[in-house]
Structure formats: structure tokens, C-alpha cells
């Protein structure tokens, strides 16, 4: 087990907490302006370790304890930064479990390292957000001012998107046409998600190329699914992954 730091220039450097194991290494890829500390990453590193399983937690430049100004920071970016983690901190083939926005970076990792991704699990995923998830007058004050502050529904700090981040998101929406992924996949979506309607899960799911693909709905299930149950419904996808 270690806990490092990757110096990735032109990219801040990146911290990773990294627990040894057998493979596949599973990744997990946090949701916006999330870090690696949350709860649903500390319950994959606590079942990782039970298992013997290889898994590696990380936060992008900008988060938690890496460098970085959020401020400065792009989906690419932090499509880069995961590329990273697969790169330089682990080998041999990986599952990446991706949490509402890490579930669109998932997605643009495994199309960039297809020979490395074995699988993938989606915690309300939330690919192409920056076109469905703020309106019209919203994205106007983000193209016209530079950015857009916003309540958070999970912190005292306002919710910052940035003119720079919602373009890259724009330059790297999948959701018009087939996803060429062919490796397992899971998509686990509360019905009750007020921040990722569960529809972007059915679309999502009809979007990819892979012939083995699963919907796993939570009816009560809200846009966190860090209750015990929902932990335990994320494991059990892991382990089917894993097991295919």
C-alpha cells in the first residue's frame, strides 16, 4: 500500500493512495470537485483490502491533496490525469468505477486505452452533463461572464464551472452517436436522482457497443448512493465485473 505523489508536467502533480494486490486494479474516479476521501472510495479500498484486490483512489489536479487550481482545470484535463493513473501508477488491466462526472471520464479512458480497460461501473454517471444539465440562460452567463457559481447541495462553497471547463465538456461529448466500448459495463442509477436523471443511465446503456451492458436502478436511490446498501450493490457490480 502507498500513498504517492505523480509529477505529471505539464499536469500538476497528482496524488494516489495505491493498495497492492492481484488484478485487475480497480480505479476509482470521482465526481465533480470530489476528491478521493469520500465515502464510496473509502468503501472500495476497504473491500479491495478484505479481497486482496489491487485498487488505486486518486484525485484530480485542482482536488483534494493534488496540485492544481480548481479554477484552471478541463474535463480533458482530468480525462488526462486518469490516463495518468493507468500509465504511470499501475499496470496490466484495469476496471474504472466512475462517479457522476468520473463516470463520462471513465468512458473517455477506456476509448483512449482500450487495450487496458477491462470493464467499467457507473455510479450515476453523467456523461455530457455540460449540455443537459444547466439551461439555456445558465450556459449564456458561462459563455458571456466566464463562469457560473451555483448552490451546492454537498457544500457550504458554491458549485464553480468555468467557461474553459464547459467548452472542453462540449469538445468531449459521446452521447450523439455509438460508444466503441466493448468491455463489460455496469450502470448503477437511483430512479429518485435529482442531479442525473436515471434516463442518462437507459441512454447511456443503449449508447455503448459493448453486447454485455447492465441497468441496475435503485428506485429510493438519490444522486450519492453512499447508504449501506447502495455500497453493497457498487461491490457486488465490482465483483461481477471482475468475475466476467
Request: with cysteine.
Amino acid at each position: 500500500m502507498s500513498d504517492a505523489d505523480t509529477n505529471t508536467q505539464p499536469r500538476p502533480a497528482l496524488a494516489y493512495h495505491l493498495t497492492e494486490g492481484t488484478g485487475p486494479t480497480v480505479i476509482f474516479l470521482p465526481g465533480y470537485a470530489s476528491d478521493m476521501a469520500g465515502s464510496k472510495a473509502l468503501a472500495l479500498e476497504a473491500w479491495a483490502k478484505a479481497r486482496g484486490q489491487a485498487y488505486l483512489r486518486f484525485d484530480y489536479a485542482g482536488c483534494g491533496r493534488s496540485e492544481g487550481a480548481f479554477a484552471d482545470q478541463t474535463l480533458a484535463g482530468w480525462r488526462d490525469d486518469a490516463l495518468t493513473m493507468i500509465d504511470r501508477a499501475v499496470t496490466g488491466p484495469v476496471v474504472l468505477v466512475g462517479s457522476s462526472m468520473g463516470g463520462w471520464i471513465m468512458l473517455l479512458a477506456a476509448l483512449a486505452r482500450p487495450d487496458r480497460v477491462a470493464g467499467l461501473i457507473g455510479i450515476a454517471a453523467a456523461p455530457d452533463f455540460t449540455d443537459w444539465g444547466f439551461t439555456i440562460d445558465e450556459k449564456m452567463t458561462i459563455l458571456n461572464t466566464g463562469k457560473l457559481e451555483q448552490p451546492s447541495a454537498y457544500s457550504d462553497q458554491p458549485t464553480l464551472t468555468t467557461r474553459a471547463f464547459w467548452s472542453s465538456g462540449e469538445a468531449n461529448r459521446l452521447m450523439h452517436g455509438e460508444i466503441a466500448i466493448d468491455v463489460p459495463v455496469r450502470l448503477i442509477h437511483g430512479q429518485a436522482d435529482s442531479d442525473v436523471p436515471f434516463e442518462i443511465a437507459l441512454r447511456l446503456a443503449k449508447r455503448l457497443r459493448s453486447a454485455d451492458v447492465q441497468t441496475w436502478m435503485i428506485k429510493d436511490g438519490e444522486h450519492r448512493l453512499s447508504r449501506d446498501p447502495d455500497i453493497a450493490l457498487i461491490l457486488r457490480a465490482v465483483e461481477d465485473v471482475i468475475a466476467t
